[in-house]
């Protein structure tokens, strides 16, 4: 069972990985840089402290303890625990990937850039007010994007970007649930 879906994981990431050309791959290594992204993050910072005033500090501690761990979760314990080679380093599909800008770590299961970009977005997705669902519906279009770019780029499979967006939305809700019991504690104290 796990063969075959190894296999169809592979197969997919052939046909996806395939779709290239000089102008989506400036775009896709552009949206893959970590560093691109923070006039962004800076910006929703400002935005949040300005809107929520006190209530953002903890609206973006617990941002930060969702993105952080997973990343820690990502990085630190499933890449080395399941030891998943890239498709990059795979030397089965070395003639058949395209490999666009570097290839970065030996494993990629699961993917940080995934699991950190879904943690944002939906936390965000499930603190925020209704009032705000096209700022929502951006941020799950970003956090897809960000995390096909992995795949186009020949780093991930795309069973790492469904890992990555899996634990990156349950480590979010996990942090919304805190985020709604510090609010109510807060509020009993003020």
Not at 58 to 79: H, Q, R, T
Not at 133 to 141: G, W
Request: glycine share 8%.
């Amino acid at each position: 069972m796990i063969e075959r879906l190894e296999q169809l994981d592979k197969k997919l990431f052939l046909c996806l990985n395939d779709w290239q050309s000089p102008f989506w791959d400036t775009v896709m290594v552009f949206v893959s840089d970590k560093y691109v992204w923070l006039p962004f993050y800076l910006g929703l910072i400002g935005y949040l402290i300005w809107r929520y005033r006190r209530q953002s500090m903890y609206m973006l501690l617990m941002a930060v303890v969702a993105i952080g761990l997973a990343d820690f979760i990502a990085s630190g314990l499933f890449k080395p625990y399941f030891a998943r080679l890239r498709p990059c380093h795979d030397p089965c599909l070395a003639e058949f990937i395209n490999i666009v800008k570097g290839c970065g770590g030996r494993f990629g299961f699961i993917s940080s850039h995934a699991s950190t970009s879904f943690a944002l977005a939906v936390f965000f997705n499930l603190v925020l007010s209704d009032r705000y669902l096209i700022f929502k519906i951006v941020l799950v279009a970003w956090a897809v994007v960000v995390s096909y770019s992995r795949i186009y780029l020949g780093v991930h499979f795309p069973g790492d970007i469904l890992g990555g967006a899996l634990l990156g939305s349950f480590l979010a809700y996990a942090s919304a649930l805190g985020y709604q019991l510090i609010l109510r504690r807060y509020h009993r104290h003020t």
